[in-house]
């Protein structure tokens, strides 16, 4: 999943839940029923999770660009360099 | 978002989150609903009315309840116990308060009610002090939602009194 991708899942799930868990409520506060409620809104998870949990191929619409390779053989890393340096046992007075 | 775990543990925490708050709002909507319940209650016959061995006054009596409680149910309602107490004064204590009768009502066809029978629990004094007094008959009841806080009220009957000698 791409970084647009990502999100728009989270997006996606935030106002899938908001939105349908208001119309649960008023659906089971209209029949009277906590019942019908609970059953729409877990209804409603499941079908969140069918749409923003798995990989789907329309979260990937926006892929990243890569430099192109030939970039980098212009500018070659610059070689190690082993610098020794020979420490004398000076002692200083 | 970027895995398959931390989106489904996104996705169940807000679910759980927004469930906490249509529950707390379920619970509000019941302030909304009027409630007007209702009942009477007669006492169709004493019994038994005795000072038993050890020196406590008993009562068996038959009481006649009828009651409205339809209007306590709402939506966010699982059930309501009722119950129905004999409060009396004495010298000693101020308030007896003692069970007669007790039902759990589960839906809102059986909460309009009459029905007559004895007391289901002994109407017991701690002591000697029936003969003659004056009592209350309370119908309480407690509210049982199906989220939110559970609440109590009750009804008062007066001018109910007992006779003046054991029988």
Redesign the interface.
């Known amino acids: 999943?791409d970084w647009q991708g990502?999100?728009l899942?989270?997006e996606l799930?935030?106002i899938l839940?908001?939105v349908f868990?208001g119309v649960?409520?008023i659906a089971?506060?209209a029949?009277?029923?906590?019942r019908t409620?609970m059953l729409i809104?877990s209804g409603v998870?499941l079908f969140?999770?069918m749409i923003?949990?798995?990989?789907w191929p329309f979260f990937n619409r926006h892929p990243l660009k890569w430099l192109d390779p030939i970039l980098a053989e212009k500018y070659p890393k610059p070689e190690m360099t082993t610098v020794t340096s020979k420490k004398k046992n000076n002692r200083l007075y | 978002m970027h895995s398959f775990g931390y989106r489904a543990n996104a996705l169940l925490t807000f679910a759980v989150t927004a469930l906490a708050f249509i529950c707390a709002i379920a619970s509000f909507s019941d302030k909304f609903s009027n409630q007007n319940p209702s009942a009477e209650i007669q006492i169709l016959n004493i019994n038994r009315f005795k000072k038993q061995s050890h020196g406590n006054d008993e009562v068996s009596l038959t009481l006649d309840i009828a009651a409205d409680l339809q209007s306590l149910f709402t939506w966010n309602t699982k059930q309501i116990f009722v119950f129905v107490a004999a409060e009396y004064e004495t010298p000693k204590n101020s308030l007896n308060q003692v069970s007669l009768w007790d039902a759990i009502i589960p839906v809102k066809e059986n909460a309009k009610f009459r029905i007559q029978i004895s007391n289901k629990y002994r109407f017991i004094d701690q002591g000697h002090n029936l003969r003659g007094k004056e009592f209350n008959l309370t119908l309480h009841w407690h509210v049982m939602p199906k989220t939110g806080k559970m609440f109590a009220d009750k009804i008062v009957m007066s001018g109910y009194s007992l006779p003046d000698a054991y029988r």
């Open positions: 999943m990502q999100k899942a989270e799930m935030q839940l908001l868990g649960a409520f089971g506060y029949t009277s029923s906590f409620m809104y998870v969140t999770t923003t949990v798995p990989n």
